[in-house]
Protein backbone atom coordinates (compact mmCIF):
# COMPACT_ATOMS: atom_id res chain seq x y z
CA UNK A 1 0.00 0.00 0.00
CA UNK A 2 1.41 4.01 -0.67
CA UNK A 3 2.10 5.68 2.41
CA UNK A 4 0.71 8.52 1.05
CA UNK A 5 -2.80 6.68 0.53
CA UNK A 6 -3.06 5.98 4.34
CA UNK A 7 -3.12 9.31 5.14
CA UNK A 8 -6.36 10.14 3.13
CA UNK A 9 -8.26 7.53 5.75
CA UNK A 10 -7.18 10.50 9.15
CA UNK A 11 -9.79 13.23 7.27
CA UNK A 12 -13.49 13.70 6.55
CA UNK A 13 -14.99 11.36 8.58
CA UNK A 14 -18.37 11.27 9.85
CA UNK A 15 -20.76 9.73 12.14
CA UNK A 16 -24.30 8.93 13.25
CA UNK A 17 -26.03 7.15 15.86
CA UNK A 18 -28.42 4.88 13.64
CA UNK A 19 -31.11 5.15 13.79
CA UNK A 20 -31.03 8.32 15.65
CA UNK A 21 -31.20 8.76 19.91
CA UNK A 22 -29.41 10.85 22.55
CA UNK A 23 -26.36 11.55 20.50
CA UNK A 24 -27.67 12.47 16.75
CA UNK A 25 -30.97 12.85 15.47
CA UNK A 26 -32.30 10.57 12.79
CA UNK A 27 -29.89 10.62 9.52
CA UNK A 28 -28.01 13.49 11.43
CA UNK A 29 -24.14 13.13 10.44
CA UNK A 30 -21.68 14.75 12.74
CA UNK A 31 -18.40 15.86 11.72
CA UNK A 32 -15.53 13.64 13.18
CA UNK A 33 -13.15 16.06 14.50
CA UNK A 34 -10.20 13.66 14.69
CA UNK A 35 -9.21 10.31 13.53
CA UNK A 36 -8.75 7.42 14.75
CA UNK A 37 -11.64 8.39 17.75
CA UNK A 38 -14.14 7.24 19.73
CA UNK A 39 -18.00 8.49 19.76
CA UNK A 40 -17.34 9.19 23.27
CA UNK A 41 -14.28 11.77 22.13
CA UNK A 42 -16.65 12.77 19.51
CA UNK A 43 -19.90 13.54 21.45
CA UNK A 44 -17.65 15.55 24.57
CA UNK A 45 -15.64 17.69 22.28
CA UNK A 46 -19.60 18.12 20.22
CA UNK A 47 -20.64 19.07 23.69
CA UNK A 48 -23.60 16.72 22.97
CA UNK A 49 -22.76 14.75 26.18
CA UNK A 50 -21.55 15.73 29.47
CA UNK A 51 -18.34 15.04 30.98
CA UNK A 52 -18.56 11.12 32.00
CA UNK A 53 -14.95 11.72 34.35
CA UNK A 54 -16.89 14.45 36.51
CA UNK A 55 -18.97 13.58 39.11
CA UNK A 56 -21.92 10.95 38.12
CA UNK A 57 -21.98 11.34 34.33
CA UNK A 58 -20.59 8.27 33.67
CA UNK A 59 -24.28 6.70 34.55
CA UNK A 60 -25.36 9.69 32.13
CA UNK A 61 -23.80 8.02 29.04
CA UNK A 62 -24.80 4.40 29.28
CA UNK A 63 -26.73 4.75 26.29
CA UNK A 64 -23.81 5.30 24.04
CA UNK A 65 -22.90 1.62 24.29
CA UNK A 66 -25.82 0.46 23.68
CA UNK A 67 -26.35 1.86 20.54
CA UNK A 68 -25.09 1.35 17.45
CA UNK A 69 -23.02 3.54 15.40
CA UNK A 70 -22.17 4.57 11.71
CA UNK A 71 -18.68 5.96 10.53
CA UNK A 72 -18.21 7.28 7.12
CA UNK A 73 -16.07 9.05 4.35
CA UNK A 74 -14.87 9.01 0.73
CA UNK A 75 -11.48 9.19 -0.75
CA UNK A 76 -10.22 9.20 -4.63
CA UNK A 77 -7.86 6.59 -5.95
CA UNK A 78 -5.50 7.70 -8.73
CA UNK A 79 -5.66 5.78 -12.16
CA UNK A 80 -2.10 4.74 -11.10
CA UNK A 81 -2.85 3.39 -7.71
CA UNK A 82 -6.42 1.85 -9.61
CA UNK A 83 -3.54 0.13 -11.55
CA UNK A 84 -1.82 -1.92 -8.67
CA UNK A 85 -2.21 -5.69 -8.55
CA UNK A 86 -3.83 -5.06 -5.04
CA UNK A 87 -5.70 -2.53 -3.10
CA UNK A 88 -5.52 -3.45 0.29
CA UNK A 89 -7.01 -1.61 3.35
CA UNK A 90 -5.93 -2.20 6.74
CA UNK A 91 -7.90 -1.69 10.05
CA UNK A 92 -6.32 -1.66 12.89
CA UNK A 93 -8.10 -1.62 16.57
CA UNK A 94 -12.14 -1.85 15.01
CA UNK A 95 -14.29 -1.67 18.30
CA UNK A 96 -14.99 -6.06 18.10
CA UNK A 97 -18.27 -6.25 16.36
CA UNK A 98 -18.52 -4.02 13.10
CA UNK A 99 -18.85 -4.41 9.23
CA UNK A 100 -17.28 -2.51 6.89
CA UNK A 101 -18.76 -1.27 3.70
CA UNK A 102 -16.94 -0.51 0.69
CA UNK A 103 -19.23 1.49 -2.39
CA UNK A 104 -22.16 -0.42 -1.44
CA UNK A 105 -20.10 -4.45 -0.93
CA UNK A 106 -19.52 -5.45 2.72
CA UNK A 107 -15.84 -5.76 2.81
CA UNK A 108 -15.06 -7.03 6.09
CA UNK A 109 -17.34 -8.19 9.19
CA UNK A 110 -14.97 -8.70 12.49
CA UNK A 111 -15.79 -9.59 16.26
CA UNK A 112 -12.22 -9.15 17.92
CA UNK A 113 -10.90 -6.05 18.30
CA UNK A 114 -7.56 -7.70 19.19
CA UNK A 115 -7.20 -8.29 15.59
CA UNK A 116 -5.76 -6.35 12.78
CA UNK A 117 -7.43 -7.16 9.58
CA UNK A 118 -5.94 -6.56 5.68
CA UNK A 119 -8.73 -6.62 2.90
CA UNK A 120 -8.05 -6.63 -0.65
CA UNK A 121 -10.46 -4.02 -2.29
CA UNK A 122 -8.92 -4.52 -6.00
CA UNK A 123 -12.47 -5.70 -7.09
CA UNK A 124 -14.78 -2.83 -5.15
CA UNK A 125 -12.41 -0.27 -5.62
CA UNK A 126 -12.98 3.20 -8.33
CA UNK A 127 -11.45 6.51 -8.60
CA UNK A 128 -14.27 7.43 -6.18
CA UNK A 129 -15.07 5.51 -2.80
CA UNK A 130 -17.27 5.90 0.47
CA UNK A 131 -15.98 3.95 3.21
CA UNK A 132 -18.63 3.04 5.86
CA UNK A 133 -17.80 1.17 8.79
CA UNK A 134 -21.23 0.25 11.25
CA UNK A 135 -20.59 -0.87 14.76
CA UNK A 136 -23.24 -3.15 16.40
CA UNK A 137 -23.18 -2.51 20.45
CA UNK A 138 -20.38 -4.63 22.02
CA UNK A 139 -22.31 -4.86 25.10
CA UNK A 140 -25.51 -5.40 23.35
CA UNK A 141 -24.21 -8.04 21.47
CA UNK A 142 -22.46 -9.66 24.50
CA UNK A 143 -25.70 -10.24 26.06
CA UNK A 144 -26.63 -12.26 22.99
CA UNK A 145 -23.72 -14.22 23.29
CA UNK A 146 -24.79 -15.06 26.91
CA UNK A 147 -27.85 -16.01 26.58
CA UNK A 148 -26.91 -18.66 23.83
CA UNK A 149 -24.19 -20.15 25.78
CA UNK A 150 -24.51 -19.26 29.47
CA UNK A 151 -23.55 -17.52 31.99
CA UNK A 152 -19.76 -17.54 33.00
CA UNK A 153 -18.48 -17.17 36.63
CA UNK A 154 -16.77 -13.91 37.26
CA UNK A 155 -16.40 -11.47 40.71
CA UNK A 156 -17.38 -8.30 39.44
CA UNK A 157 -18.99 -6.66 36.52
CA UNK A 158 -21.40 -7.59 33.68
CA UNK A 159 -21.03 -11.41 32.78
CA UNK A 160 -20.98 -10.83 29.72
CA UNK A 161 -18.28 -9.17 28.63
CA UNK A 162 -16.69 -12.64 28.97
CA UNK A 163 -18.22 -13.64 26.01
CA UNK A 164 -16.35 -10.67 23.56
CA UNK A 165 -13.42 -10.35 22.46
CA UNK A 166 -13.30 -6.73 23.95
CA UNK A 167 -10.76 -4.59 26.05
CA UNK A 168 -12.03 -5.80 29.56
CA UNK A 169 -11.53 -2.61 30.97
CA UNK A 170 -13.91 -0.74 29.18
CA UNK A 171 -17.08 -2.39 30.92
CA UNK A 172 -15.60 -0.89 34.30
CA UNK A 173 -13.57 -2.57 36.99
CA UNK A 174 -12.51 -1.58 40.39
CA UNK A 175 -10.22 1.57 39.31
CA UNK A 176 -12.04 2.66 36.10
CA UNK A 177 -15.40 3.53 34.28
CA UNK A 178 -17.90 1.30 32.39
CA UNK A 179 -17.52 3.36 28.83
CA UNK A 180 -18.49 0.88 25.74
Avoid: C
Avoid at 64 to 88: M, N, R, V
Avoid at 124 to 135: G, H, I, R, T
Avoid at 140 to 151: C, I, T, V, Y
Wanted: glycine content about 8%; hydrophobic content about 40%; aromatic content about 12%.
Amino acid sequence: MISSFNTRFLEDWSFTQVGGGEGTGDGEWLPVHQFPTTVHVELLHLKRIPDPFVGLHEWDVQWIGESQWTFKTSFKLSDGELAAPHIDLVFEGLDTFASIILNGTTILETANQFVEYRVDVKSSAKSENELVVNFDSAFMRGRDLEKEHGKLALWNGDSSRLHVRKAQYNYGWDWGMSLL
